[in-house]
């Protein structure tokens, strides 16, 4: 039997999940990372992409993460997400209409607007239609054949 290690999300308005995992797979800063018991302490900017819990009997559960913080130390992972829903909760479209107001924003070059948000906008609704296309429509023991860091 695999080594667990105790994963908390949060939310600004709630614990979405508190969980022994055998691993946590985040998108980070700087890429992908993997996590698993024992990790060293690290703490680190997470951007939007598919935060990923593998369970002891190889299941996984999947979220869509807009961004947020990942605190890893003690034996123990703590998930602080700006915005998280499962694959299934994603409105598609309402993240197609965020990418097409965020491209006419980037495309419009008009004075005074916000280039940094209009990417973080981009890359927030990229993601969510990603995460959508790729597990919405999967049962959680779909995911065993799946690779550990997506793309």
Not at 3 to 25: A, D, G, P, Q, Y
Not at 38 to 47: D, F, M, N, Q, S
Request: aromatic share 4%; net charge neutral.
């Amino acid at each position: 039997m695999a080594t667990l290690f105790r994963v908390e999300i949060l939310t600004s308005e709630k614990r979405v999940r508190t969980t022994e995992v055998v691993s946590l797979t985040a998108p980070g800063s700087e890429g992908m990372l993997g996590v698993l018991a024992h990790h060293a302490p690290l703490i680190t900017a997470l951007v939007p992409g598919p935060l990923i819990l593998t369970q002891d009997d190889g299941r996984r559960e999947v979220y869509a993460i807009s961004g947020g913080f990942l605190e890893v130390g003690g034996n123990r992972a703590v998930v602080l997400a700006d915005a998280l829903e499962r694959p299934q909760e994603i409105d598609l479209p309402r993240a197609r209409a965020a990418e097409e107001r965020a491209r006419r924003r980037l495309q419009s070059r008009e004075p005074g607007i916000d280039v940094r948000r209009a990417e973080a906008a981009l890359r927030r609704a990229l993601s969510r239609q990603q995460i959508s296309a790729r597990w919405a429509d999967r049962r959680e023991t779909d995911f065993e054949a799946e690779a550990e860091c997506p793309t």
